[in-house]
């Protein structure tokens, strides 16, 4: 003996405006969380950089110009994030 969920649905009414509210009230918080929970794919994300080389580089330059192996110290492979070589004239 099972339920009869057709019976039950005449009872009580299809699709009305009541359930559509529910349906908001309970997907909007639903919703939300979400947001955070995908948000913060985009806030973590570190993007490729590297200092900006004056008389090397310029507006148009890529993160990886012929200028960076002699301007740039590399660590682990990548070209150093915060550090550059010192310009010296002397010599």
Excluded at 7 to 31: H, M, R, T, Y
Excluded at 52 to 73: L, W
Aim: contains cysteine; glycine residues 6%.
């Amino acid at each position: 003996m099972g339920i009869d969920y057709d019976n039950i649905l005449l009872d009580v009414g299809e699709c009305g405006l009541w359930q559509k509210w529910l349906f908001f009230l309970l997907s909007f918080p639903s919703a939300l969380s979400a947001m955070a929970v995908y948000m913060y794919e985009f806030l973590a994300y570190t993007p490729k950089h590297r200092c900006f080389v004056p008389g090397c580089d310029s507006s148009y330059s890529k993160y990886q110009d012929i200028h960076v192996n002699f301007s740039v110290p590399w660590v682990e492979g990548r070209p150093s994030k915060c550090q550059m070589f010192e310009y010296n004239s002397d010599k």
